[in-house]
């Protein structure tokens, strides 16, 4: 049976693939050997590469470049003459700036993060890395600095949404780095008031495209330092957790982030508003 497959964590879900305008991607027709394929819109523009057949027909890979013209949605059609046999949806997108400001926690009692604004091109390149061929995401960093605090936040920097006078995350939030869209504070050890489990990270989900947001990550994690602050990044972006599938870049289990994947709801998301 014809279908149509894509690069695992490249924008593709089954059916769907995300392009950027102006740039391009590469999809796999499988079992499509002597399948006409056509599109239906001015979006975008196929090319067909090569097939490759092993074990007949049944068994050809047929690839596809598809290059992105300008924003909007079309889809690509396998067909046998009029009968459909397989179909993709192409969402063309613009590619998204978001300025970021890494900010390097100390406070009046000596705590301080043991991370350091050295390590800022890294941790850029490892988000992009994530959401530039997904999402046509695109970080540039306004700030990289080391950031004190002159109060003391104490041993734990709580979040606490119930008792604004203990929440020590808005003391952070006071001290953003106002020309970004996006603060990530990094922190020796936090903590959202009234969980059990220990908290990798804490961040604001924003409502709309536009909204300034913040997050905060702690040096002791249990899981991959970029993939963690990837992962508050997504909430700062309106995305929610995900305890389906551990593959998932917002697997929500704290310390058991190991995925990168965004869903194709939370692309569109990412996007909305």
Known sequence: MARFSGKKNNGFEV????????????????????????????????????????????????????????KGKAVIWAKNRSKISAQVTIQVIPQRIVAIAFNYVSDSAGNKTKRSPKTANFLLRKLNNIYLPQANVNFQIVAARKLKINAT?????????????????????????????????????????????DTDGVAEIAVSRNEKTNCMVEDN???????????????????????????????????????????KSEIERIWAG
């Open 15 to 70: 059916g769907w693939q995300m392009v950027p305008v102006n740039g391009q991607k590469e999809v796999e027709l499988l079992a499509g050997s002597g399948l006409t394929v056509v599109d239906g819109g001015a979006h975008l523009k196929i090319i067909e590469l090569r097939e490759t057949t092993r074990g007949g027909s049944r068994a050809s890979t047929r690839k596809f470049t598809i290059k992105g013209l300008k």
């Open 153 to 197: 936040l104490g041993k734990v920097v709580i979040r606490d949404l119930k008792k604004p006078s203990k929440d020590q995350f808005s003391v952070l939030i006071a001290n953003r780095f106002p020309k970004a869209q996006v603060n990530v504070f990094f922190v020796w050890e936090c903590q959202k008031a009234g969980k059990a489990h």
């Open 221 to 263: 994690l249990g899981a991959s330092f970029e993939r963690v602050v990837a992962h508050e990044v997504g909430h700062n972006l309106g995305l929610k957790d995900d305890y389906s599938i551990p593959d998932l870049l917002m697997y929500g289990q704290s310390g058991k982030i190991v995925g990168t994947r965004l869903r």
